[in-house]
């Protein structure tokens, strides 16, 4: 077999790039995977999940020192931060995971090409590297470019002023006034980030709740919760444009017909992502992407061309690191003839603030908006013994099951560690239990996850500490 012929070539390094790579290695596949970027890991591990959670991570650490340290008898007079040192152990964990991904090729015998890969024809990528151009011969091809960011039409990045979150996990120090446009993961976690650090962060948001993709009670807690903790929210309010006087930046907007105006250092901008497919050379194959810029594909993640497959941000679904690797796995299973499979109804959505915010499956409105009769049970965590002996009882667990078949349809999750705690949830799910299997389930005491298993014996009105 010519050096450049290859059973599978993968195009994008991220989570859904980079494991769909291991897969096929793993089930006998000559695998190529490439990468534009000099590093792999694509945008989860160099400017999304990871550096995010290591500054929430170290910033959470310094809130407690100087919010809650001093009841535990903790003295930390003259406290401070170095913003640099914080970017520093940042950079840290990213270049380790750098280096995990690329050991991971390495020891899968993984042929990584650094450099845009183009599509060329059926059966063909083209590599163009800093000095070179190589041709690869697929016999399978799997697109997994990812996304970026989304630019307002009247509020155009300029990484200085107006920036995207690949500027705000790498601010040199803190803005005195951020304002962001959009209260999704992105603007709670990274607001919370600077919030932390003293700035003045105002959330500017046009539907009329926080979170929208969460059920109401939770987006209505976490608002109440961000709220005690600094954070300023603008609900209902459109984003209009922008003006600059006297070398400050102000956001112009309109709240229910008002116009409203946002003095800012700097403004992030959090409303979505796109999917990413410039310069791939999708006509080269005949195939068009939808509306929204998505490549449409099967459930076998089949493009409308025989021998290319998508996965990831830029097809469908929820743009999630855990969802585009499901999907790499999936798709290369397939791909080797078994019959890997991704089950939509249970991927787990967290917002990684504090308290966390987690989901799975339905809420308690889009069951209903289904048609299906439903009952739901609550749990506050205000109940647990651990949460009191461990200052976090701010939060609760809601279970949501089928009225007649008591299976559960969701679970919302908004506590101290809920991003661990959905994990039980997912599972149960998985294997279609019910509420009543999960309250059975016996949780380490004491644990906050025994709220989640109150919560399942609430759907049947038989939590056993709330009265
Ligand atoms: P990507 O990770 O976007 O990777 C695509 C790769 O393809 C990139 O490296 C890109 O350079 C490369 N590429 C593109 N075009 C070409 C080409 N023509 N040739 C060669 N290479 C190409 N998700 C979570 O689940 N949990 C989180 O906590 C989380 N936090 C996030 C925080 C932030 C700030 C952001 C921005 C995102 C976060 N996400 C999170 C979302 C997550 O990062 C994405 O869902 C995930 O990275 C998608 O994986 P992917 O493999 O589809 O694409
Ligand atoms: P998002 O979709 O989570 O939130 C965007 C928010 O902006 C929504 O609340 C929306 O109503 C609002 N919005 C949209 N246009 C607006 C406008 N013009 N004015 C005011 N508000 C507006 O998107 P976000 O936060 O940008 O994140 C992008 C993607 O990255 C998401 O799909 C998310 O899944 C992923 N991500 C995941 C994280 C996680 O899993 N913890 C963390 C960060 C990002």
């Known amino acids: 077999m010519s050096e450049n012929n290859f059973d599978l070539v993968i195009i994008g390094s991220g989570p859904g790039g980079y494991v769909a790579a291991i897969r096929g290695s793993q089930l006998g596949l ?13 945008t989860c591990l160099n ?11 170290s910033t959470e650490m310094y809130n407690f020192a100087a919010q809650s340290a001093e009841v535990h008898g903790i003295d930390l007079t003259n406290l401070s931060i170095s913003i640099k040192k914080l970017m520093a152990k940042k950079n840290k964990t990213v270049n380790q995971l750098r280096a995990g991904v690329e050991h991971l090729m390495k020891a899968n015998k993984v042929k990584v ?27 399978n091809i799997i697109i997994a470019t990812g996304s970026s960011t989304i630019e307002l039409p009247f509020l155009k990045f300029d990484a200085e002023s107006v920036v995207s979150s690949d500027q705000a996990i790498a601010f040199d120090k803190v803005p005195k006034k951020l304002v962001v446009v959009g209260a999704g993961a992105i603007g709670l976690e990274l607001g919370s980030v600077w919030a932390r650090l003293g700035s003045q962060v105002e959330i500017i948001e046009f539907l009329p709740l926080i979170a929208p993709a969460f059920d109401k009670d939770v987006s209505k807690m976490a608002e109440r919760l961000f709220k005690k903790q600094g954070l ?9 444009g922008i003006k600059k006087e ?3 930046v102000i956001l112009l907007a309109e709240k229910i017909e008002k116009q409203v105006e946002f003095e800012a250092d700097k403004i992030l901008v959090a409303v979505g992502r796109r999917p990413y497919t410039d310069h791939l050379g999708l006509e080269a194959v005949g195939i068009e992407t939808d509306e929204k810029g998505h490549i449409p594909v099967d459930a076998h993640f089949k493009t409308s061309t025989e021998g290319i497959y998508a996965i ?4 469908p679904g929820p743009m999630l690191a855990h969802k585009a690797e499901e999907e790499g796995v999936a798709c290369v299973e397939r791909i080797a003839g078994q019959a890997g499979n991704v089950n939509y109804n249970v991927i787990p959505n967290v917002i990684y603030t504090e308290p966390e915010i987690a ?7 889009t069951a209903k908006e289904s048609g299906i009769e439903c009952k ?17 009882t701010d939060g609760f667990v809601k279970v949501t099951a089928c009225a007649k078949t008591d299976r559960i349809l969701g679970v919302q999750v908004i506590c101290k560690g809920a991003s661990e705690l959905i994990a039980s949830a997912v599972t149960h799910m998985e294997y279609g239990g019910s509420a009543e299997d999960l309250g059975r389930t016996i949780h380490a005491h004491p644990t906050l996850s025994e709220a989640m298993k109150e919560a399942g014996l609430a759907v049947g009105g038989k939590a056993l500490h709330s009265s």
Do not use: Q
């Not at 024809?121 to 690869?136: C, F, P, Q, S, Y």
């Not at 989901?359 to 409105?365: I, Q, R």
């Open 30 to 42: 000559k695998t190529a995977l490439i990468e534009k970027y000099e590093h792999l890991g694509g």
């Open 47 to 57: 400017v999304g999940c990871i550096p995010s959670k290591a500054l929430l991570h």
């Open 113 to 139: 090409f650094n450099g845009l890969g183009m599509l060329a024809g059926l059966g063909k990528v083209r590599v163009k590297e800093k000095h070179d151009e190589t041709v690869l011969n697929a016999k």
């Open 232 to 240: 300023k929210f603008h609900l209902k309010t459109k984003v209009t």
């Open 246 to 248: 006297n070398g400050k």
């Open 312 to 315: 990831g941000d830029v097809i």
């Open 359 to 365: 989901s799975v499956g339905m809420t308690e409105t």
């Open 376 to 392: 739901s049970g609550k749990f506050n965590l205000a109940g647990n013994g651990r949460a009191i002996a461990t200052d976090a």
